[in-house]
Structures are given as C-alpha cells and as structure tokens.
C-alpha cells in the first residue's frame, strides 16, 4: 500500500515552478505533518472505537505512515540544507555533530518503550494512548538514530565510515523491504521451527528469520523497488526541479534572504 501511496505523495510534493524554495519546503514538511496527524487520528479511531478491529487495523498503512514521514521530512530538509546552509534548520547540523548524545538518548527512550511506560509488552496496545505513545516513542528512537548520519558540519569519525561502506549502503537500499516482509515472514518462520509468539527459541529463530528477510528483501530491491525508480525524477507538466537543482548558497551572500527562509 506504500508503494500505492508513494506517487500520489510525489506529485503532491513536486516543485512547482516560480515557487520560492522556502515555501515550497513549508509546504512539503506541512504535508508530513498531515501524515503524522492522521496517523495519530487513525490510532485513536482503531483503538479507541468500535469502528476496527484493533488487532488487524494495526498492521495496516495509516498506523505507520507516521514514521514514513519522518524519513521524508529528514530528505526535504537535507536537500534544503545543501541550497541554503544558513537556514532557519541549521541547528540539525549541530545535533548531529553529537552522535554519541542522540545515541545515547535513543537507547534510553527504546528502553522506556519496553516498559511499563508505553504499556505490557504485548501486540497490540491496550488503549489508544499506550499506542500512540509506543509508536510515537519508536519514532522519536528511529529519527534519534538515524539524524547524526545525515546531518552534521563533520562527516568523519569510525561510526560514519562504517556506515558508508559498501555493506551498509546494501543494507539501506533493501532495509524497506525488510521492515515490509519481516513480519509475514516471522509467520512462516514460527511454524518451519515449530515455534509459538513468545516461547523462546529467539536465537534460532532470528538466525532463521533474518537469513530469510534479506534474501526476500535482496530480491524485492533488485526486481521492483530498483526498476521503479528509473521513474523518480519524472514530473508532471507545469511542474518541474529548477528549485531543487539550485547550486548551494554561499553563506556570505544573501544572509538575511536566507536566514528569513
């Protein structure tokens, strides 16, 4: 359903020709907002009526668009940040020059996540709030993460170069289709090791299931994802990328136009 909903959101996001960079980055990160929005609405409605079942509406798109949004929301503002160092969003670079703080502060909220904090450690959350507050708590934890890796004055450092090494760009480029077929494939995996949710056997199973996930998810990139984005940088007539190809600001000219943006 992802891939379903990612064009639409490509053609509503697209440059418009003659819009200023500033608005159309407004505009862009105000559409994320709207997604996390919805994805919070959605969690309420699936939890805290009778509208959804509660087990299976939350695996669907909207319970998680949330997190997606994340990740579009660090691209825009990446891209904006290459045009115009001296935004309003430079601070990101100063987070993430401290890996090690948003590291650290990662592990503290996922372990919060896996306690009482964010409700019992089952499926499904019990009440709308335990669920919003896990998910929200998981969001915050993934953008914790993954923030100094794209952000930062400084690209050096051992942690920086690992991740910039040809296995770790192989492991980006498939992790989508790992977050996607992880979960069917755990199904599978269960019943090949003869295994009930939360009996144990977690070693076997993880070498099992993670053996599993990346080939399915090596053959996902290669033959859908890969192909498809031959079609990425297509856009619709009227509209174009004239303003995203700008060339990078120089941060002594045009200060106070830049810092208004």
Known sequence: ????????????????????????????????????????????????????????????????????????AFAVLEIRLRQAPLSRWRFLHDLGDSLGTCWALALVLYVLAGNAVAGPRVLVASSAWEGVVREGL????????????IFGHTRGGAVRAALSGAVAVYLANISYAVFLWHFPLKTVTFEATDTAPFTGRFWLNLVVLLAVTLVVASASWYLVEKPLLRYKDWSPPGRGRTNREEAPLDPQQNVDQTEAS
Request: glycine share 10%.
């Open 138 to 149: 998981y969001a915050v934890v993934a953008a914790l993460i993954v923030l100094p890796c």
């Open 1 to 72: 359903s992802w891939y379903v909903l990612l064009p639409v959101l490509g053609l509503l996001m697209a440059t418009r020709r003659g819009r200023p960079a500033s608005r159309q980055v407004a505009a862009e990160l105000g559409l994320v907002a709207v997604l996390i929005v919805c994805s919070v609405g959605y969690a309420f409605v699936a939890r805290g009526t009778d509208l959804l079942n509660p087990f299976v509406s939350g695996f669907w798109l909207p319970h998680y668009v949330g997190w997606f949004g994340i990740g579009m």
